[in-house]
């Protein structure tokens, strides 16, 4: 059974929908307050997400981007805004696609079936976390504390999974403004980030070395 989260602080407008995907089968989790949207993808883990762009305390594009650091779980953005610019800018925020209010609500079924067709077994939740604006990463809610360095190296493998970066292009773009890293403090610092994860209960390496090539992320 497919789980589907619904984003939307309109009651109306939420009953409605809900009625619809109970009596197509989906299992579905309900929020209307855009500051407990993140937490609620988390714990519910869903298949697809409906999200109203209009939301008190965090506004749908805010969420999205969120849940963009973690999950590549398909999003269907909901809002009153009709204007072209604001659907480029849902788009580019993380959302796989965009209906306007008001809708048919069997529109909106037909476009989240199809959606869950083409996604099917590919939704992923990464138990890491990353907000760049704080130079903070959580694993499982639990903070890492990583030194400005070590996050500067990890957030450049974090943002490519499974790319490998050698020691000098890791030099280069996650210290381009420090002078005195070598390769061994770059080894230093991997070794530290793992030893960190380690103790927040990580059981695999969250960075994988590549003989004779350098390292990448790949999740615990």
């Known amino acids: 059974m497919s789980k589907v989260l619904l984003v939307e602080d309109d009651q109306d407008i939420a009953d409605g929908i809900l009625l619809f995907l109970k009596s197509s089968g989906f299992e579905t989790f309900h929020v209307a307050d855009g500051g407990k949207v993140v937490e609620a ?3 519910f883990a869903p298949d697809l997400i409906i999200l109203d762009l ?5 506004d749908g594009l805010a969420c999205c981007k969120e849940i963009r650091e973690f999950s590549n779980v398909p999003i269907i953005m909901l809002t009153a805004k009709v204007e072209q ?16 209010k008001p809708f048919d609500t069997m529109e909106l079924m037909l476009r989240v079936k199809a959606i ?23 694993y499982k809610n639990q903070t890492v504390n990583l ?12 943002n490519t999974p499974n790319r490998v970066y050698s020691r000098d292009q890791i030099i280069q ?11 061994r403090a770059v080894d230093s610092h991997v070794k530290n980030i ?21 390292y990448r992320y790949q999740d615990a």
């Open 41 to 43: 993808a988390r714990t």
């Open 85 to 100: 610019i604001d659907k480029l800018v849902g788009l580019e925020a993380g959302a796989d696609d965009y209906i306007c």
């Open 173 to 183: 773009q996650a210290y381009p403004n420090e002078r005195d890293i070598t390769d």
């Open 147 to 158: 030194s400005s360095l070590e996050f500067g190296l990890f957030e450049l493998l974090f």
């Open 116 to 138: 869950l067709r083409r996604t099917a077994n590919q939704v992923k939740f990464s138990d890491v976390h990353l907000v760049k604006e704080e130079l903070k990463v959580t």
């Open 54 to 58: 209009m939301l008190p305390n965090k």
């Open 194 to 214: 793992r030893k960190k994860f380690k103790a927040a209960g990580a059981e695999t390496a969250i960075i994988a070395s590549v003989y004779g090539a350098g």
